[in-house]
């Protein structure tokens, strides 16, 4: 076995694909200030084409809370890039899909209630059940093991990790 | 960093790298240089994004102990067996 050093993204030509995307975040993932990750990845024709992780500037109180920024800060990005796409005539039918692992996450975009546990979210973070009810983004869920998004969160195990790794549309140059 | 072994994953899953307050201290210069040239290396590779955002959150103080993250960051590109 060798290192991965020739691995990179692999654009294939092909049939137009929609604009997918994934979105999740790792609860308290730092240990010091117990801020959490959200991770983020967007897809065309099933390569990966935008990423981020980044640690959120907000301690969350609840991993509901933390999946619900993420997909906050992924759908402002998906809003950007369907705007180039659209320049760039590549425009796309329906709601931008968003897959996220977290299925209170999903309701609470689509109802915004308040209660004991989420009345404390940030207007901010509003947007998004906006955006849910103009029908410019939509929540999906998606089950935890085919969350591509983990890999930009969390350190996986090796089956996990390589699985995903391919998932993200990599491979090697070499062969 | 030539002959070292490869690895798979460069972090064991579920372990967190921390501030580590009384660790070792090591040039700073020579980490960040480390860490700029993974950065350069992200716009290709997503599947190192997580391990580069976090190793960059020690470039204040770096320890042995975060140097000895960004090493398995290398393992993974380099190395053979």
Sequence with gaps: ?175 | MDECNSVLIPMIPGSKLTKDVDGVRIGKTYYRQMVGSLMYLSTTRPDMMYFISLISRFMETPTELHQQAVRKIFQLFEGYN
Excluded at chain 1, 25 to 30: E, M
Excluded at chain 1, 91 to 96: C, K, L, M, T, Y
């Design chain 1, 1 to 175: 076995m060798k290192g991965t050093i020739d691995y990179g993204l692999f654009y294939k030509k092909g049939k137009s694909q929609e604009l997918v995307d994934f979105c999740g975040s790792d609860y308290t993932g730092d240990l010091n200030d117990r801020r959490s990750t959200s991770g983020y990845v967007f897809f065309l024709s099933g390569v990966a084409i935008s990423w981020s992780s980044r640690k959120q500037h907000v301690v969350t109180l609840s991993a509901t809370k933390a999946e619900f920024i993420a997909a906050a800060s992924c759908a402002c990005q998906g809003i950007w890039l369907r705007r180039v796409l659209e320049e760039v005539k590549y425009s796309q039918q329906g709601p931008i899909m968003l897959f996220c692992d977290n299925s209170s996450a999903i309701k609470l975009s689509k109802n915004p209630v308040l209660h004991g546990r989420s009345k404390h979210i940030d207007t901010r973070f509003h947007f998004l059940p906006d955006l849910t009810k103009d029908g410019t983004v939509k929540l999906v869920y998606c089950k935890s093991e085919e969350q591509i998004a983990d890999i930009l969160t969390k350190p996986l195990k090796v089956e996990t990790f390589l699985k995903l790794r391919a998932l993200l549309g990599m491979r090697s140059s070499v062969n």
